[in-house]
């Protein structure tokens, strides 16, 4: 079954916790996102991937960060330096393949709390 | 900097009750708006992309048209199930495929 699979559903972290969120697809696409979904709010670019081994931070990378050793994953690390980790966070992935513009496609997200 | 504004920010319909929402951008070179549908605790699903002014698009019950500053998404004889937030989303021609997004509309349609 192709898709974004995001793991886990719910995530509670302690202070001074770092909590490491999963994102694996086999949807053989070369870019990959990580949004932040707030009450109230749009959608923000916490960090990106456009292929493996590289990464760049988005509007609101402090307290975040990334890796990308293989095409199919791209975990994200909230650490103790983000003092607000309470929302929803959401991958998502786009292929490099065909017309520029193919939009991205999200999995079914993580919601993270403070204990 | 680049903007998307949508409204209103929640809408309640019948059954049965045409409307509009709206989505306001000012961007330099937009090169593509996106509309997606948002369930309560799911990811956004992706549902249409726009590239010009006078582009439209249409799926069941959903017409999205785009002008040079801001697109619609027509949403004609709503049913319940058409209940979601709908996010909009633009790239523009220097952010590479980063996407900025509005804050959404939430559509209720009450049977």
Redesign the interface.
């Given at each position: 079954d192709g898709g974004i699979t995001q793991s886990p559903k719910y995530l509670f972290r302690k202070e001074g916790q770092n909590v490491t969120l999963s994102c694996e697809q086999n949807l053989n696409h070369d870019a990959m996102y990580w949004y932040r979904q707030d009450p109230g709010q749009g959608l923000r670019l916490i960090y990106y991937s456009q292929i493996v081994n590289d990464f760049q931070k988005g509007d609101i990378a402090e307290g975040y960060s990334v890796s990308r050793e293989k095409k199919e994953s791209f975990p994200l690390t909230v650490t103790s330096a983000q003092k607000n980790p309470t929302a929803f966070y959401l991958c998502a992935t786009k292929t490099g393949q065909g017309a520029g513009n193919q939009p991205q496609h999200f999995g079914d997200g993580t919601r993270l709390s403070i204990l | 900097e680049d903007q998307?504004t949508q409204s209103p920010?929640a809408l309640r319909l019948q059954e049965g009750e045409s409307s509009s929402l709206n989505c306001s951008y000012t961007v330099s070179g937009l090169?593509?708006l996106?509309w997606?549908r948002q369930d309560p605790?799911?990811?956004?699903?992706?549902l249409f992309?726009l590239?010009s002014a006078g582009e439209e698009k249409e799926k069941e019950r959903l017409k999205a048209t785009l002008t040079k500053k801001e697109s619609f998404l027509h949403i004609t004889a709503p049913k319940p199930e058409d209940s979601a937030t709908y996010?909009c989303?633009v790239?523009q021609e220097t952010s590479?495929?980063?996407?900025?997004?509005?804050?959404?509309t939430q559509l209720t349609v009450n049977p």
């Open positions: - | 998307v920010e090169r593509g996106f997606y605790g799911k990811g956004p699903e992706f992309t590239y996010l989303a790239r590479g495929s980063r996407l900025t997004f509005g804050e959404g």
